[in-house]
């Protein structure tokens, strides 16, 4: 099959177009977060998604049939985690707090580069990690008295996205978007699956049902209503996740990375227009470091890059 040739949008438009609608395409998920737990969404998420990625394939000639398996399903493996992560906490702190968890992806980066490239680190990039983190303390503070772990779910989501956007740049600029995006719609689809069937078979405490429904619900019975809504958030999802993933093949992670902060701008604004919500005043302080954080952090990795 053919590969089709995105060279004539940049990679940073297409990250801020798939990003503001994929920050939509949340903020629609508290409809039905209600209905069924989040393993059970991502398994039928997944069936409508890619029924969608096969129509696609069929009617463009694109091709579904990854190159480097091994490096796909490690990919998948780190972004399924994340995205299970991030979608657990959603429902229970304002959609903006939970994006600004998942934005501290850029700090993972820099770290990560450290690690495992080599890459040091400057005196001002160890400034710029602090600033983030602090902005992570602000976040929690105001429910410091209610803390449990599901408030850290969205940083460590992060750490996973991180990594995943590495990679693709890294390892998998000649995959298919399509092919990436079926391996990670398969991963999330069976993960939800095996979840939703483990609580099924296993049920926790009432205690834990009451405390996150969205995570420990068994399979349950849902209405057209809820099919009709999770469609719609399927094909918003497909045509975000088309536009990111294709962006991270095309632009190295820290040039491209800064514009995904257009997420954190649509999810408030759609939240705000939908639901009403807002962040705490200590939430909004704490998103804004976040946010110059994660700027001044791939501005000044770009800004290497050029150099060298």
Not at 46 to 57: A, E, N, P, R
Not at 181 to 192: A, P, R, T
Not at 288 to 293: P, S
Request: aromatic content about 12%; glycine content about 8%.
């Amino acid at each position: 099959m053919k590969q089709y040739n995105f060279a004539p949008v940049s990679g940073p438009l297409l990250l801020v177009i798939g990003i503001s609608i994929l920050g939509v395409s949340d903020s629609l998920l508290l409809i039905v977060w209600e209905s069924a737990s989040v393993g059970q969404f991502h398994f039928i998420r997944s069936i409508f998604i890619l029924c969608g990625i096969l129509l696609v394939s069929r009617v463009w000639g694109l091709s579904l049939i990854p190159r480097q398996w091994t490096l796909m399903v490690v990919r998948t493996f780190f972004m399924v985690s994340a995205i299970l992560l991030y979608f657990t906490a959603m429902p229970l702190i304002p959609i903006a707090e939970a994006g600004a968890g998942l934005f501290t992806s850029p700090i993972f980066v820099l770290l990560f580069s450290a690690i495992f490239l080599k890459e040091p680190i400057r005196p001002p990039q160890f400034l710029m990690v602090g600033v983030g983190m602090l902005g992570v303390v602000l976040i929690l503070l105001p429910n410091l008295g209610q803390l449990t772990i599901f408030h850290l779910f969205p940083v460590g989501a992060g750490a996973m996205y991180a990594i995943a956007s590495m990679l693709t740049f890294r390892h998998l600029s000649g995959e298919s978007p399509l092919a990436i995006l079926m391996c990670f719609m398969v991963g999330i689809g069976i993960m939800g699956g095996i979840m939703t069937t483990m609580f099924s078979l296993f049920p926790v405490t009432p205690e834990l049902v009451s405390e996150a429904r969205f995570l420990f619900s068994p399979w349950t019975h849902v209405s057209k209503d809820y099919f009709l809504w999770v469609g719609i958030i399927a094909a918003l999802s497909l045509l975000a996740l088309v536009c990111i993933t294709r962006a991270y093949q095309t632009t190295k992670t820290s040039q491209v990375a800064i514009y995904e902060y257009a997420y954190l701008a649509s999810v408030g604004i759609s939240s705000y227009l939908i639901w009403d919500v807002l962040p705490s005043l200590l939430g909004v302080v704490g998103i804004l470091l976040i946010i110059v954080t994660g700027l001044l952090i791939n501005l000044n990795r770009s800004s290497a890059d050029i150099k060298q």
